[in-house]
């Protein structure tokens, strides 16, 4: 079945530092990729979104571009901020008349100043 | 426009008891997902619905049932809690099933089974 896969956490780093969490999907057919955000204490929201290959999400600073050939979708940013602080989640939504969601299992970011 | 409401926040019960949790999705939208969320299992989908119609289920006992009203609001319940289901709920809505629009997720109902 379908399924995502991203990097082990937490990650830590340093204000102004570049972030990169990895992400990797098994899926049939052409799925749609996400990555939500999850501040303590809060649901998930939309950080960004591609929904087919070649196709680049991007949003406050965030961007992660749909590769097929190497089934990825790994989210960058160049300088992170202390607001930034959260947990990440990749998640794919498969084709067909369906809304469900695939998650990977969340990487904690932790920005120091 | 209002977001996604989940009420109530937080719950505490007991083993053995039964909860029903509500979703109030954004106004206008009419798919609602509902998703588990524990520090071991992560975020699992437990059903959608769209338009009354039940579009998918998740691999969950039957203890965990939904509903969606004409207006679009959802209820999840689960029966005879056991202490794993104590976890996040979270609850999603979207416009339509199956399109590329965006979920938009609710605060969730915190769970905690004593």
């Known amino acids: 079945g379908d399924s995502v896969t991203q990097m082990e956490g937490p990650v830590t780093l340093s204000e102004e530092a570049f972030l990169t969490i990895n992400c990797t999907y098994t899926a049939t057919g052409y799925p749609s990729l996400f990555w939500y955000v999850q501040y303590p204490g809060e649901g998930l929201q939309l950080l960004l979104k591609a929904t087919k290959a070649d196709d680049k999400g991007s949003n406050k600073g965030f961007e992660a571009t749909y590769r097929k050939e190497t089934t990825s979708f790994h989210l960058e940013k160049g300088s992170v901020q202390v607001s930034d602080s959260a947990v990440y989640f990749c998640?794919?939504?498969?084709?067909?008349?369906?809304?469900?969601?695939?998650f990977g299992t969340g990487t904690l970011l932790a920005v120091q100043p | 426009k209002a977001g996604v409401t989940q009420t109530p926040r937080y719950l505490i019960k007991t083993r053995g008891q039964q909860v029903t949790l509500s979703c109030s999705p954004i106004s206008g939208h009419r798919s609602v997902s509902w998703y588990q969320q524990t520090p071991g299992q992560g975020l699992q989908f437990l059903f959608e619905?769209?338009?009354?119609?039940?579009?998918n289920k998740g691999n969950f006992p039957g203890r965990f049932s939904g509903r969606q009203f004409s207006n679009s609001r959802s209820e999840m319940n689960v029966s005879t809690l056991e202490l794993g289901d104590s976890a996040l709920y979270l609850c999603a809505s979207s416009p339509l099933a199956g399109s590329q629009e965006t979920q938009y997720f609710g605060p969730g109902t915190r769970l905690l089974v004593l």
């Open positions: 619905y769209f338009s009354e119609t039940q579009r």
């Open positions: 998640a794919l939504r498969g084709g067909g008349a369906t809304n469900k969601l695939i």
